[in-house]
């Protein structure tokens, strides 16, 4: 009976084992218009999309200190600039929002790169 507890304690710490994702960090800033178009035309579809289930947004400050996760990921001047990072390491990057009819196949572009991992 004990082994049965053992192998079940097993199973269960290995599923709540932290897994490392694909994220697309999006470096903005305070009064960028780009960013504010960006949020008006693309954010809100975001997560809902299988493109945001791969690698779901997470913004982060330009002018904040950067989370420790992303010490090793240089931070532009230039926002937005998305950036496609997994396991911490930068897969590709985005500068500048080009509009809601390109922005999608760039973002395609850069997914690819992960399935070339």
Not at 27 to 40: D, L, M, T, V
Not at 76 to 84: A, K, M, N, Q, S
Not at 98 to 109: E, T
Request: glycine share 6%; with cysteine.
């Amino acid at each position: 009976m004990t082994s049965v507890y053992a192998a079940a304690l097993a199973l269960i710490m290995t599923l709540s084992a932290p897994v490392m994702a694909a994220e697309m960090i999006m470096f903005e800033q305070p009064g960028c218009a780009w960013c504010k178009r960006f949020n008006e035309e693309i954010a809100p579809a975001w997560p809902k999309t299988e493109q945001g289930q791969r690698a779901p947004l997470r913004r982060v400050n330009i002018h904040d200190t950067l989370p420790a996760d992303l010490a090793g990921i240089p931070v532009e001047r230039f926002t937005p600039t998305f950036v496609l990072v997994e396991d911490g390491q930068e897969i590709a990057r985005l500068r500048g929002y080009p509009g809601d009819q390109f922005f999608w196949a760039l973002v395609d572009d850069m997914l690819a790169k992960l399935d070339k991992r």
